[in-house]
C-alpha cells in the first residue's frame, strides 16, 4: 500500500535550519511527484510546492522562495523539505504529498517545526 | 493567483442533514481541477474529491458538483465521522491553492 513516512516532530531556535524527510513506499516513485504543504497552528493549509521525482526539478509556491530547499534521494524514495533560517512564523505542521500539480492522493502524517528561544 | 473562498466558515448541522459547502474562485477554470479534502483535528487532509470523481473509499453521500467559478461540495446525509474541516483545492494554474475551509460541526 502507498505510504509517506515523515520524519518526527524538531524544536528549533530562531536562525538555526532544519531538515524534514518524508519516505515513499508502496509504489514507483519517479511516476508521481511531491509536495510540500504548511499548516500553521489553528489556520488552513498552503501549498509550499513541489519537487519532480524524475527530474529533481523543484518548483516553489510564492513566499517559499529563498530560505525554503526541496531535494530528492531517490536510492531511498525520499524526499526532503530544508528550512534555513528559521522564523518563528516558520512554526508549523508541515506535510509531504503525492502529487505534483494535479490532486494530492496520499499524505504523510505531518512533522511539526516548533520555532522558539 | 486563483484565490479561493469557502464559504460559509461554520456550518452548524445535525447528523442525518444535508450539507452544502461552496469554493468560490477569482478566477474561472475547469471543474476537472478541483478537488475536494476532509481534515480532522490532528489528522493530515484526506482526498474526497478530484473534478467530478470520489477518490476511492470515499462513500457516495460525497458528491462535488460546478464549473467556472462557482464549485459545490455536498454531502446528502451527515454522519457522525463527517464532522471536520473541508478545504477545496485548484491545481489549474501554479501555485496551486487551497481555500481557507469550512468547518462542519454538530449542531
Known amino acids: 500500500q502507498v505510504q509517506l513516512v515523515q520524519s518526527g516532530s524538531e524544536l528549533k531556535k530562531p536562525g538555526a535550519s532544519v531538515k524534514i524527510s518524508c519516505k515513499a513506499s508502496g509504489y514507483t516513485f519517479d511516476v508521481y511527484s511531491l509536495n510540500w504543504v504548511r499548516q500553521a497552528p489553528g489556520q488552513g493549509l498552503e501549498w509550499m510546492g513541489w519537487i519532480n521525482t524524475k527530474t529533481g526539478n523543484p518548483t516553489y509556491a510564492p513566499g517559499f522562495t529563498g530560505r525554503f530547499v526541496f531535494s530528492l534521494d531517490t536510492s531511498v524514495t525520499t524526499t526532503y523539505l530544508q528550512i534555513n533560517s528559521l522564523e518563528s512564523d516558520d512554526t508549523a505542521v508541515y506535510y509531504c504529498a503525492r502529487g505534483g500539480m494535479v490532486w494530492d492522493d496520499y499524505w504523510g502524517q505531518g512533522t511539526l517545526v516548533t520555532v522558539s528561544a | 493567483e486563483i484565490v479561493l473562498t469557502q464559504s460559509p466558515g461554520i456550518l452548524s448541522l445535525s447528523p442525518g442533514e444535508r450539507a452544502t459547502l461552496s469554493c468560490r474562485a477569482s478566477?474561472?477554470?475547469?471543474?476537472?481541477?478541483l478537488a475536494w479534502y476532509q481534515q480532522k483535528p490532528g489528522q493530515a487532509p484526506r482526498l474526497l474529491m478530484y473534478g467530478a470523481s470520489r477518490a476511492p473509499g470515499i462513500p457516495d453521500r460525497f458528491r462535488g458538483t460546478g464549473s467556472g467559478t462557482d464549485f459545490t461540495l455536498t454531502i446528502s446525509r451527515l454522519e457522525p465521522e463527517d464532522f471536520a474541516v473541508y478545504y477545496c483545492q485548484q491545481y489549474s494554474s501554479s501555485p496551486k491553492t487551497f481555500g481557507q475551509g469550512t468547518k462542519v460541526e454538530i449542531k
Open positions: 478566477q474561472s477554470f475547469r471543474s476537472d481541477y
